[in-house]
């Protein structure tokens, strides 16, 4: 009596577990969220898209790559963030005064 009480229970324990899981295979969510959505190849990083060059850069002392911005026109340095003369402006300057 004991035996097939056991060897019943544990019939019945299998089958909700396969149940389980297929249940939860069966309701398994799409995939969501930014972190999983196809990456876009055409939009690049903030970084890359702006115009850069190399000058030389007050703060440090060397020449290190800048960065133009577009809005505010600003020189920016990439590595220390200061803002330093547009070589494009003072270029632009000089042809008007001469
Ligand atoms: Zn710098």
Do not use: Y
């Not at 999983?36 to 115009?51: E, F, I, K």
């Not at 060059?53 to 960065?67: P, Y």
């Not at 911005?69 to 590595?79: A, L, Y």
């Amino acid at each position: 009596m004991s035996d097939q009480i056991t060897v019943g229970a544990t019939a019945v324990m299998t089958s909700l577990v396969g149940l389980t899981l297929l249940a939860r295979w069966w309701v398994r969510p799409e995939p969501s969220g930014r972190h999983r959505a196809p990456t876009l190849v055409l939009l690049r990083c903030p970084t890359s898209a702006l115009d850069t060059e190399a000058a030389f850069c007050r703060a440090e002392g060397r020449v290190t790559v800048h960065a133009r911005t577009r809005i505010t026109k600003q020189f920016v340095c990439t590595e220390c963030r200061s803002s330093n003369p547009d070589p494009l402006t003072a270029d632009e300057a000089r042809q008007e005064a001469s």
